[in-house]
């Protein structure tokens, strides 16, 4: 379907836009349009709804154009072609949000000028219609747009621009994968200029791919207990598309939890955007230590990036959570890892983002966990992580994976790791793209996966034939009893030893070298002898 062309007001005809690039050139001179006008966090809200309404218009505008030129249509009378155009089945089965006629886009942009009360009160009122209509976008879209303090003429402006976006058209490439790009493209873009905010709602993509790639969510449970705008539910949906096909990525059950009210509006669109169910991430915002929303979940796996070093949270000193001891108020490190490991299945895993901080640190009662928690044989791998990976935080990070079972798991023919935990240090990894900001390539990602699924002897590494090997300065699988003797202290750097420095072949041999360097020191102190005494020779004449 070739891109369409409208008129923009107070302009001639425009090319319609078809490059996800040019969108999101486009959308991105959307956001500035209001950045004078409001902060970072307000007009982050006004243009990731303006986008989500388009796409859901363009999604339902390409649905609508495949069942006008449906032949079965031309066997319908006439009279009743409108009446199954509108039919709202024939969208939703094919998981299109419906979207009644004034609030789909062309509506929008043909009224703006001439509206009564401004472009935003039709904006509200389309995003108020949008969500009667789908219960899964009920109380997620924003409408504020009709505010006192929102320049109508601006916005009017924000949404010509955002009309030149056609999220349709792009080959066989979906209006929702198009969107999707452009959604994660501007959710990085906004956490860039939040800066320490941003923590609340992004975690680096590079970040989010390792923790994926490491626990391998083929299909089961996917549980993120402070799920910010839902990445790790998206790149695990992502994982599964890439290594089993995109119909698969059903197989997938996401549950999550925000306690941010915008942060868990972002989440709910990024997930209809990413065709994921949006009911996962509950009904309302909620604190996960004072109402956890899903007490009896067990996962089969659990991803997140909690806040670091959280002091301000609701602790209960008689949590049942605490199995391995009550974590400090000063600190809810621990308390977010024991709430982890609450709600894993069985044979569940996890791989959480905390500051190095909590693989060594001893106050409050910290040191006795950590010990409890390897004891209990919960610690699977611990990786430390280079700097400048965050933008949202100069402390330094790490990722802990835990997991209920180490053994063969009978049929998965895993290798039995009980009583083992593996070491990597990834500090030296990462290209930097900018002069603060450092990101993990392909590359990376793929020796720290490749590592522990050699290291665990799961079906991927049998693939590829992989084994694992210690290897000096990078990896190396500890038993219990060495973490034992370094106190339980659990940073990589202890365990895996010095890089092995490779010698050159052409290198001159270190006893040859040393005799070599030896006679010609003494060479050079003879020479300066002789110059020493013919110097002291002519100041004897002169004198």
């Known amino acids: 379907m070739p891109p369409r062309k409208r008129a923009a007001a107070g302009q001639g005809e425009l090319p ?67 009446a199954f155009l509108e039919d709202k089945d024939e969208y939703t089965e094919k998981n299109v949000f419906w979207v009644p006629a004034t609030a789909r886009w062309d509506h929008i942009a043909d009224n703006a000028a001439s509206a009564e009360g401004g472009v935003g009160s039709l904006l509200d009122t389309a995003m108020d219609e949008v969500m009667k209509a789908n219960k899964a976008l009920t109380g997620v879209l924003p409408k504020i747009f009709n505010r006192d ?90 994982f599964v598309a890439r290594r089993r096909g995109q119909d698969h990525t059903h197989d997938l059950a996401i549950y999550g939890q925000e306690a941010n009210e915008r942060t868990w509006r972002l989440a709910k669109m990024n997930l209809a955007i990413h065709g994921m169910d949006p009911k996962g991430v509950g009904d309302r915002w909620a604190d996960t230590f004072a109402d956890d929303k899903l007490p009896d979940l067990q996962a089969d796996f ?48 996890a791989g959480v983002v905390l500051s190095n901080g909590s693989m060594s640190s001893k106050q409050s009662g910290e040191g006795e966990i950590r010990a409890a928690m390897v004891e209990a044989d919960l610690v699977a791998c611990m990786i430390a992580l280079p700097g400048n990976l965050f933008r949202t ?3 330094p990070a790490c990722l802990w994976f835990l997991t209920k079972d180490k053994s063969p798991q009978g049929a998965k023919a895993l290798e039995d790791r009980r009583s083992r935990v593996l070491f990597i240090d990834a500090r030296a990894m990462g290209t930097m793209v900018d002069r603060t900001e450092r990101v993990l390539t392909e590359e990376d990602l793929a020796r720290v996966a490749d590592t522990y699924h050699a290291w665990r002897g799961t079906k991927s590494a049998r693939e590829k ?8 300065g990078f990896c190396y699988s500890a038993t219990l009893e060495e973490i034992a003797k370094h106190d339980f202290v659990l940073t990589p750097g202890r365990y895996v030893g010095a890089a092995e420095v490779e010698e050159d072949p052409d290198a001159e041999p270190v006893g040859e070298r040393i005799a070599r360097l030896t006679k010609e020191l003494f060479a050079h102190l003879d020479e300066s002898a002789r110059l020493d005494g013919v110097v002291r020779e002519q100041l004897g004449r002169v004198s």
């Not at 486009?26 to 303006?50: H, P, T």
């Not at 402006?157 to 452009?182: K, N, W, Y």
């Not at 949590?319 to 621990?334: E, F, I, T, V």
């Open 302 to 349: 659990v991803m997140a990036n909690p806040p670091f070093n959280m002091s301000d949270w609701a602790r209960k000193s008689d949590d049942r959570r605490w199995r391995y001891g009550a974590p400090p108020q000063s600190n809810a490190n621990y308390a977010w890892l024991q709430h982890i490991v609450s709600k894993l299945g069985d044979r569940g895993s």
């Open 149 to 238: 303090n929102v320049d109508q003429q601006r916005l009017k402006e924000l949404v010509d621009l955002i009309s030149d976006a056609r999220f349709t058209g792009h080959g066989d490439r979906p209006a929702q994968d198009v969107l999707g790009e452009v959604y994660e493209y501007f959710l990085e873009r906004f956490a860039r200029a939040e800066g320490k905010r941003a923590g609340e709602f992004y975690t680096p993509a590079s970040v989010v791919r390792l923790i994926v790639e490491v626990l391998e969510p083929y299909e089961g449970r996917v549980y993120d207990p402070a799920c910010g705008s839902g990445g790790m539910f998206v790149q695990s949906g992502k």
């Open 465 to 472: 034939g992989l084994t694992y090997e210690d290897v000096p």
């Open 16 to 82: 319609g836009v078809s490059s996800t690039k040019e969108i999101q050139d486009i959308l991105w001179k959307a956001a500035d349009k209001l950045r004078g006008s409001m902060d970072a966090a307000q007009y982050k809200e006004f243009v990731l709804g303006l986008v989500f309404l388009k796409y859901v218009s363009d999604a339902f505008t390409e649905r609508r154009e495949e069942l006008a030129a449906d032949p079965e249509l031309a066997q319908i009378p006439e009279h009743r072609r409108a």
């Open 393 to 395: 935080t100069a402390i």
